[in-house]
């Protein structure tokens, strides 16, 4: 279960760094680009503590999944950067895929 909380973690840290993204202005704003590089690693280093207990097929594809949904949900409200119909439909798959990934134990082979 602490792994779980890592990856959240994780997650969390992304986001933060990637919304960071616009305000550091191509990395020529000094505080909003060492932020989100602090995040970013931040985010690398709980991952790694997630892989310890959960399969990294799992954690990557949750990682991915939970981040590009996130972003693209603050984004609209942050940035108000449209969300057409299609990638509404898109977001609700992602989330589908993420709980099918994590709703299965991956068996070693």
Do not use: D, H, R
């Not at 097929?57 to 940035?79: D, E, H, P, Q, R």
């Not at 950067?81 to 299965?104: D, H, K, M, R």
């Amino acid at each position: 279960m602490t792994s779980y909380l890592y990856l959240a973690g994780a997650i969390i840290c992304e986001v933060i760094g990637t919304m960071l993204l616009p305000y550091s202005k191509n990395f020529t704003k000094l505080y909003p680009s060492v932020s989100l590089m602090v995040f970013y690693i931040f985010a690398l280093i709980l991952l790694s503590f997630a892989v310890k207990e959960i399969a990294l097929t799992i954690v990557y594809a949750t990682w991915c999944g939970v981040g590009v949904f996130l972003v693209s949900i603050v984004s609209y409200f942050l940035f108000e950067e449209s969300l057409p119909w299609q990638g509404i439909v898109g977001l609700f798959l992602i989330v589908v895929g993420v709980t099918l990934v994590n709703s299965f134990k991956l068996i070693p082979t």
